[in-house]
């Protein structure tokens, strides 16, 4: 039951969006992991028969001789075994957040020309650009796969995702030197920008977009959108 109580907190923490859902996924598992010693309670009261009321009792005035050299050492290897799993679990998540296994390989983006004309030559796909080395941006950038002139990047300063542009050097273009922009956001996944509200630069101004689309383009051999059946 420990162990079991301990994998499945393992899995909700890793999985947790946000830091709400964590604490209210730790307030899940520390009711459902009361529920035996409620029952046990309940039991030694006599709520649930004359039977297990007996039985209680057998288990609360039995004892039996534990060696303490032999368990401590069986202590602090069943200890260092659960560390050691934990954090390897945890290196495994980090490696693949590292790696963009967990982001849309490819997104579809399209933006409204209504007051800007030209950024609706910007609509099309764009592909995940992982970088190399040990030590990875926090933030990936997606490049336009047609021209590969337009790049999808997070701006720290204005904390939104943004469309800039490039002629020469795509990958030294400044996020921050934006054309259009997401609102306030701090999630590493840009499709969970696609309900929130797109912003385009008019001059001096800053103009919401009429009209935003963004969806994830992967898709698998199972025939799902937007392959058309067509794997992918």
């Known amino acids: ?14 999985s947790a969006d946000e830091v709400v859902d964590m604490l209210l996924n730790f307030t899940a598992m520390e009711f459902v992991s009361q529920l035996d010693e409620v ?4 039991s030694d009261q006599g709520l649930f028969g004359k039977e297990n009321e007996t039985n209680i009792e057998k288990v609360m005035t039995t004892s039996y001789v534990v060696h303490s050299k032999s368990g401590r050492k069986t202590r602090l290897s069943l200890l260092l075994i659960v560390l050691l799993a934990m954090l390897g679990g945890w290196g495994v998540v980090i490696h693949k957040q590292q790696s963009g296994v967990y982001l849309c390989k490819s997104v579809y983006i399209q933006f409204s020309d209504d007051f800007v004309p030209a ?5 099309g796909v764009y592909d995940l650009r992982i970088g190399k080395g040990v030590f990875l941006p926090k933030y990936f950038t997606y490049i336009e796969r047609r021209s590969e002139k337009a790049k999808l990047g997070y701006c ?13 050097d795509i990958d030294s273009a400044d996020p921050c ?9 701090v999630s590493f996944d840009l499709t969970e920008t696609a ?3 797109w912003s385009a630069r008019q001059n001096s101004r800053e103009v919401p977009l009429q009209f935003f689309r963004l969806i994830c383009y992967d898709c698998d051999n199972n025939g799902d959108l937007p392959c058309s059946g067509r794997g992918s």
């Open 1 to 14: 039951e420990g162990a079991l109580g301990l994998i499945v907190t393992f899995l909700l923490v890793v």
């Open 39 to 42: 029952v046990f309670f309940l």
């Open 119 to 123: 950024l609706g030559t910007f609509s």
């Open 156 to 168: 720290n300063t204005l904390e939104s995702w943004t469309l800039s542009f490039d002629d020469v």
């Open 177 to 185: 030197d934006w054309h259009a922009k997401s609102s306030e956001t």
């Open 195 to 197: 309900s929130s509200e």
